[in-house]
């Protein structure tokens, strides 16, 4: 079973009713069954570590406002400028594209003109309105949709550029952020433009990424056959 809705075994089904009911008294952004099966998922439906899982996320939540004040900060204009990403239209399946600039991304000049903790809480924005843009599409396609497809155009990727170990640290904390605090957000991730240095810069960013974000990777030459026929752009 995948321990998705209605792909459930017995022993899943009474994991969920434990869950709900470990963590019932406390207040979530969330409370149906998708919600409580990420974590379950991410944590092999252990409901111990899902439980422990779930509730260290709640606590970011309040640490960094994400429910109160953290969608009306404005990030600093560097992380404006200069952090790439946004949606970008649907894939064939019909969810929502994510397409991250990463080969263009200065990690020096990131490191030297921003902070850490305004790294970390423009991405809980970004994650943030992946949760929003999901419920958006889920409601006007008229099914669920909770995952997202990422593209990570590789172009300019460089040791030069992204060898920064500070730069790195900051890349580390993002994913452990990603998985930790978003997990099972991730349709797939499509690599493109990679150069001829990818597999050495993967193979030592690999170890930062868990194993169910490591087999979403794929390296792609294009990404044209992964989008919409109306929403793929010109060029």
């Known amino acids: 079973m995948s321990g998705h809705m209605d ?11 434990k869950l709900r009911a470990a963590v019932a008294e406390l207040p979530k952004p ?14 092999k439906f252990n409901v111990k570590k899902a439980e422990e899982m779930l509730r260290k996320h709640l606590q970011v ?14 990030p600093p204009e560097v992380l404006r400028k200069f952090f790439p990403g ?17 080969g263009n991304l200065d990690f020096r000049g990131l490191y030297r003109a921003s902070h850490r ?5 423009l991405k809980a924005q970004h994650f943030e309105k992946t949760v929003h843009i999901c419920k958006e599409y889920s409601e006007r396609k008229g099914k669920h949709i909770e995952t997202v497809t990422a ?6 990727l460089s040791l030069q550029r992204h060898s920064f170990w500070p730069g790195i640290e900051i890349l580390r904390e993002i994913l452990r952020f990603a998985s930790d605090q978003y997990p099972e957000r991730s349709k797939r991730i499509l690599v493109v433009k990679a150069p001829s240095m990818f ?7 690999k170890r930062f990424m868990d194993e169910d974000t490591r087999q979403k990777i794929i390296v792609a030459g ?6 919409s026929n109306n929403i793929m752009p010109a060029n």
């Open 7 to 17: 792909d459930l075994s017995p022993k899943q089904q009474e994991a969920l009713r």
């Open 30 to 43: 969330e409370d149906d069954d998708y919600f409580y099966l990420r974590w379950l998922r991410a944590r």
């Open 61 to 74: 939540r309040e640490e960094l406002g994400i429910d109160t004040t953290l969608m009306h900060w404005t």
């Open 86 to 102: 946004g949606f970008f239209g649907e894939d064939r399946e019909g969810h929502p594209v994510w397409y991250d600039n990463f």
């Open 117 to 121: 903790e305004d790294v970390l809480k």
């Open 151 to 156: 593209v990570l155009d590789c172009e300019n």
């Open 199 to 205: 597999p050495v810069a993967y193979k030592f960013v």
């Open 222 to 227: 294009g990404i044209s056959g992964f989008y």
